[in-house]
């Protein structure tokens, strides 16, 4: 069993409880649709350049690039259908649900919970080019539940990645600025 004993089959990690939490998804996002705190602007610029939140078990490099490549697409797509009040903000699209999910199946068989939603976004997301045989067209309110806490903890995570690389951005430009501002300082000593 080695590094697998104790984790259970039907439990991804970072989620507590696989099921619903009973707390409604996000605030009263208003006429415009856009939940406070949420920057419209910062989330578009996210859906292109946030990293991709993956279950690490040394399978990341083996996603399909055509996937990686049709993300920022289907983040944009999300922006939009949220500034219209039709998604939530916090909660991460079904393609990064489904990449999350990837590396996740190939490290070690899913509970059939998370079968069943794995096969769910695979409908979802793939459309037409999923197997007929294993398409799961809905979920239970359970798996509903399971999916949208997977979903939110994808979108914290991915917040949270975006706000430490800009910290890490400011601090290398302060460092820059450190080392440019004694040159100039030694030449004005020189005149």
């Avoid at 049709?70 to 219209?84: A, F, K, Q, T, W």
């Avoid at 037409?128 to 939110?152: M, N």
């Avoid at 994808?154 to 460092?175: F, H, L, T």
Wanted: glycine share 10%; with cysteine; net charge positive.
């Amino acid at each position: 069993m080695g590094k697998r004993a104790g984790r259970g089959m039907s439990s991804l990690p970072g989620l507590s409880s696989p099921g619903p939490t009973g707390k409604k998804s996000g605030v009263d996002p208003g006429p415009t649709g856009i939940k406070s705190g949420v920057d419209p602007m910062e989330e578009m610029v996210g859906a292109i350049c946030d990293s991709l939140i993956v279950y690490p078990s040394g399978w990341e490099d083996t996603i399909p690039e055509r996937w990686k490549n049709e993300l920022p697409m289907h983040r944009l797509i999300h922006v939009s259908l949220c500034n219209h009040g039709k998604a939530e903000w916090d909660e991460a699209t079904d393609l990064e649900a489904m990449l999350y999910m990837y590396p996740a199946s190939l490290d070690f068989p899913l509970g059939e919970q998370w079968s069943r939603i794995y096969l769910h976004l695979g409908t979802k997301v793939m459309g037409d080019k999923f197997p007929e045989d294993i398409r799961v067209e809905t979920l239970s309110a359970y798996d509903e539940g399971a999916l949208r806490d997977l979903k939110r903890w994808i979108q914290k995570k991915k917040v949270e990645a975006r706000k430490a690389r800009r910290r890490q951005e400011k601090a290398q430009d302060k460092g820059r600025k450190a080392e440019l501002e004694p040159a100039k300082y030694e030449m004005m000593r020189l005149l």
